[in-house]
């Protein structure tokens, strides 16, 4: 059975940073996409980042490029999101999914984490 667990939220200031990890088991990741979504309250769940392991190219969002960045450790078949210059409107769950296209559509992708919470507030 596929299991995708989400570390690494917490509380954190305005423009500080925090490193997100998505751990995969009993699914390769050799070949394939795994992404980063985020719903906050009252809002729909919305596209944050993804990567196809394949060639690692990545896809951000406009609204956090240039402070994100997601990387993959291949031994660990683990996905990170590092979180740089965080603001409050980045307050949300974040989840990790796994095994779609190179998507921001959520329905794209099977197998999904439980969230993670993260919370930017001074």
């Known amino acids: 059975q596929v299991q995708v667990v989400e570390s690494g939220g917490g509380l954190v200031h305005p423009g500080g940073s925090l490193k997100l990890s998505c751990a995969v088991s009993e699914f390769s990741l050799d070949d394939t996409v795994v992404a980063w979504f985020r719903q906050a309250p009252g809002k729909e769940r919305e596209g944050v980042s993804c990567?196809?392991?394949?060639?690692?190219?990545?896809r951000y969002a406009s609204s956090v490029k240039g402070r994100f960045t997601m990387t993959r450790d291949n031994a660990k078949n683990i996905v990170y999101l590092q979180m740089n210059m965080l603001k409050p409107e980045d307050t949300a769950i974040y989840y990790c999914a796994a095994g779609g296209p190179i998507s921001f559509t959520w329905t794209d992708y099977p197998f999904w984490g439980q969230g993670t919470q993260v919370t930017v507030s001074s």
């Open positions: 990567i196809h392991t394949r060639d690692e190219s990545t």
